[in-house]
T-cell receptor
Framework: SQQGEEDPQALSIQEGENATMNCSYK?????LQWYRQNSGRGLVHLIL?????REKHSGRLRVTLDTSKKSSSLLITASRAADTASYFC???????????FGTGTRLKVLA | DVKVTQSSRYLVKRTGEKVFLECVQD?????MFWYRQDPGLGLRLIYF???????EKGDIPEGYSVSREKKERFSLILESASTNQTSMYLC????????????FGEGSWLTVV
């Protein structure tokens, strides 16, 4: 089963609004990453947050991590139509090279 | 700029054919991965390699094999393609030179008829 589970599965908002998506996981992690995928393309790395960090920013992106709840959230502020894509979280764990991806959140930003 | 290149963007193969999907990275990465992506199922790990000639099974290795004879190249092999292997295949790499970031290729759309 997938370690990371994103919520919601799909999200539709108006341009200029903020978009929040969440990721939950089951076992302890070293780090958690967020990726973006435009339709039919590969995934592109957005941001990484380590297990000892609580919040991280990159441009219009804000990621939080709550290890006690085993969850993370990705906030995209002032969304644009170009932000329309699927967003995935990926968890990294000790003792393995594997990263486990969730099923993604499909974000649609309406102009 | 970092680059993971998958040799074929779109392929159509017949049931029973042997299929090779090639992936090359130019970042001297130690780790390489093959995922398949299906609607509603997200990315599922097929195989990964942490060094030349080293490989480990992922979550869905059945029906697939891999080869890593050179550090920069990781091949996915479908020994006898079946219709349930119709999917999008994504190659990725990661290494010490670029930290924990995973870099993906553009994907290969395989249709087995």
């Amino acid at each position: 089963s997938q370690q990371g589970e994103e919520d919601p599965q799909a999200l539709s908002i108006q341009e200029g609004e903020n978009a929040t998506m969440n990721c939950s996981y089951k076992t302890s992690i070293n780090n958690l990453q967020w990726y973006r995928q435009n339709s039919g393309r590969g995934l592109v790395h957005l941001i990484l947050i380590r297990s000892n960090e609580r919040e991280k920013h990159s441009g219009r992106l804000r990621v939080t991590l709550d290890t006690s709840k085993k969850s993370s959230s990705l906030l995209i502020t002032a969304s644009r139509a170009a932000d329309t894509a699927s967003y995935f979280c990926a968890t990294g764990h000790s003792g393995t090279y594997k990263y486990i991806f969730g099923t993604g959140t499909r974000l649609k930003v309406l102009a | 700029d970092v680059k993971v290149t998958q040799s074929s963007r779109y392929l159509v193969k017949r049931t029973g054919e042997k299929v090779f999907l090639e992936c090359v990275q130019d970042m001297d990465h130690e780790n390489m991965f093959w995922y398949r992506q299906d609607p509603g199922l997200g990315l599922r790990l097929i195989y990964f390699s942490y060094d030349v000639k080293m490989k480990e099974k992922g979550d869905i290795p059945e029906g697939y094999s891999v080869s890593r004879e050179k550090k920069e190249r990781f091949s996915l092999i479908l020994e006898s393609a079946s219709t349930n292997q119709t999917s999008m295949y994504l190659c990725a790499s990661k290494g010490a030179a670029t930290g924990n970031t995973i870099y993906f290729g553009e994907g290969s759309w395989l249709t087995v008829v």
